[in-house]
């Protein structure tokens, strides 16, 4: 994948088959208007001139929406979320093995259950005569695993891991999040999508620690572009 930004000579290079990169961008307001340009394509906000692109291999640009997804608070980040849970729940019934004569017996037994029900009211009950997998994993709240300690690399896994798994992502943009991560725990990122084929783009106000296998494209306060590469 390539980084473009409009107005600049140079790209960013983000391995598309595992690797971080980082774009750093100094100048308060065009950072600004970086992360806006880039929320708002990923909100499908119309806008024709867009700021960022971003395009693969073939040289097709990303869809934001559906292949990108963008994470400004790593602690805050809801690993229990809607849109996670569905494609939970979807994989869960395309992938698993189901024994549909215990999924027949659950139903009827659930069925027997709610046909007892007395409410003492002289209104009537209603509920569904037929349950499915979906939703048997609602009442026994199926969800994923959310980290509750207060551990950054292992919550930014498990947003790795959904979004590549779960919500066939391509890429994860980690907006001003790098400065949480100490050396080590940024090349054990790094070792961490090299080895899941998985691309991380960091976009941040300055970058003091540079790996060694890390592109990075800075731009200056004087809206001056250099690139590193590894």
């Known amino acids: 994948m390539n980084i473009s930004i409009s107005g600049f000579d140079n790209t960013l290079f983000i391995p598309s088959d595992g690797g971080i990169a980082t774009l750093v961008i100094c100048n308060d307001l065009f950072f600004r ?36 997804l963008i994470v400004t608070d790593i602690y805050s980040y809801d690993l229990a979320n809607r849109t996670i849970t569905a494609a939970l729940y ?9 024994d549909m004569a215990k999924l027949a017996q659950i139903e009827a037994d659930i069925l027997d259950v709610l046909s007892a029900i007395n409410t003492n009211s002289s209104q009537s009950i209603n509920y569904q005569t037929e349950i499915s997998i979906n ?20 919550k930014l896994y498990g947003i790795i891991d959904s979004a590549q798994q779960l919500l066939s992502k391509r890429l994860v943009i980690l907006i001003n999040q790098r400065q949480l991560l100490s050396h080590c725990e940024l090349q054990a990122l790094l070792q961490y999508v090299q080895n899941n084929h998985f691309s991380v783009l960091f ?26 590469n590894s």
């Open 135 to 154: 939703d048997l994993l609602k009442m026994a709240h199926v969800g994923l695993e959310a980290n509750t300690g207060n551990n950054y690399l292992d």
């Open 203 to 228: 976009i941040e106000k300055n970058c003091k620690d540079k790996l060694n296998e890390e592109n990075i494209l800075a731009i200056d306060d004087d809206l001056y572009d250099f690139s590193t």
């Open 33 to 68: 208007r970086v992360v806006e340009d880039i929320l708002d394509a990923y909100t499908k906000k119309e806008g024709n001139n867009r700021t960022v692109v971003i395009y693969d291999s073939n040289h097709d640009p990303l869809n934001f929406a559906k292949d990108i």
């Open 90 to 98: 979807k994989n869960i019934q395309d992938n698993s093995d189901i």
